[in-house]
Structures are given as C-alpha cells and as structure tokens.
T-cell receptor, first 116, second 109 residues
C-alpha cells in the first residue's frame, strides 16, 4: 500500500518551455503533498507543501510564480515549472501523507528535468 | 538554527556491519526518520524513532538518544545492494521535516 506515482520520469526540453509534473497517490487519499528538489550529491530541499483544495505553502526562496503547484484532488498534485531555464535542471520528487498523524512520507519515483 | 549532521561518505565491506551516525539540533522534536535513497531514485522509508532506545527491523536497526540529540542506523550483514545514500530527517515542533545531507555508503566486495 501507500503507492505514489510520479510522471514523467525524465524530461529534456528547450529553455523557455513550461513543464508539468504529476504526482498521484494510487491507493490512499493524499491530504498533504510535498514537492522537493534535489541537486546532485545534495539532500532533499523542500520547495512547497500543498493541502488538497488549498493554496500551496512555499519555502523561503522558492518563486511561487515560477513553480506553480495545484492540489485539486485527494489523489493528484501537479508542479508546473514555467519558462524553465538551465538552472532549473534538477531532480524533482513529490511525496504524500494522509491525515494529520505523524507518519513517513511516501515518495514518488522522481522526475529528472534537463533544460537545454 | 536547525541542523542535522551526518557523515558525507562511508565505506564498508560486504558481510560486515556499519553504523551511520546522525546528530541534530532542532526546534523541538517529534521523531527521527531514516530513509534509503539509491542513486537516481526516490527515498524509501526505513525507520522511525520517537522514544529513546533501539528499534530492530531485520538487518537494519535504528537507535535514538533524545538527550544527546543523536541517532544511528546500524546495518548488519551488508549486501552490495545496500550501497546507497542514507538520509536522516527530524520532525520539529511544527511537524516540519528537517533533512540531513545524507551519507553515501559504499559497499566493497
């Protein structure tokens, strides 16, 4: 149980393109989803937290107009990187939890984004 | 500020035992998580400690001392597939997860 699916797994596109990444909880209701970014040989950096039906809470330094997050249902959250540039190239990972109890986050498989 | 420290890299031999340490300084404490992350993949949950002591789960064990702000992950009977990064993460008083930079474990035959 507690499976999170993330698509696409790999994206290569030109600078200026907008890229949408989907994160789905397959067998549970994801009341809260998290979006992380990870640069090579570094740890996870939380970008934003989203609760179903609410606006996402962004971490300091993360541009909300550049990284659009939508969590319209209990099973789907999307991250759109708008007008992506080479410096946005990174490994993006989503995770999800259900309810308010302390619990491990269940991670998607990640999306490797490469902007040329 | 909040801080999680763990060694950057460790090397161990197949079949041996290795201990990966994690020290933390956070605003409050609501538990400590260990995750395993293979290169290019997402983290997978290993253990959660909120009370002092040792939690054993197969070949992996995790220990916590809240008074010392210290935890370790113990891996026994190491296998080549255990080569990965091990991430320590602490949940603070606001239920935010503070992530360590991870320890890259290299297993040699």
């Amino acid at each position: 149980g507690a499976v999170v699916s993330q698509h696409p797994s790999r994206v290569i596109c030109k600078s200026g393109t907008s890229v949408k990444i989907e994160c789905r909880s397959l067998d549970f209701q994801a009341t809260t989803m998290f979006w992380y970014r990870q640069f090579p040989k570094q740890s996870l950096m939380l970008m934003a937290t989203s609760n179903e039906g609410s606006k996402a809470t962004y971490e300091q330094g993360v541009e909300k107009d550049k990284f659009l997050i939508n969590h319209a249902s209990l099973t789907l959250s999307t991250l759109t990187v708008t007008s992506a540039h080479p410096e946005d190239s990174s490994f993006y990972i989503c995770s999800a939890i259900t309810g308010n109890e302390i619990q491990p986050q269940h991670f998607g498989d990640g999306t490797r984004l490469s902007i040329l | 500020g909040q801080n999680i420290d763990q060694p950057t890299e460790m090397t161990a031999t197949e079949g041996a035992i290795v201990q990966i340490n994690c020290t933390y300084q956070t605003s409050g404490f609501n538990g400590l998580f260990w995750y395993q992350q293979h290169a290019g993949e997402a983290p997978t949950f290993l253990s959660y400690n909120v009370l002092d002591g040792l939690e054993e789960k197969g070949r992996f064990s995790s220990f916590l001392s809240r008074s010392k702000g210290y935890s370790y992950l113990l891996l026994k009977e190491l296998q080549m597939k255990d080569s990965a990064s091990y991430l320590c993460a602490v949940m603070d008083s606001n239920y935010q997860l503070i992530w360590g930079a991870g320890t890259k474990l290299i297993i040699k035959p």
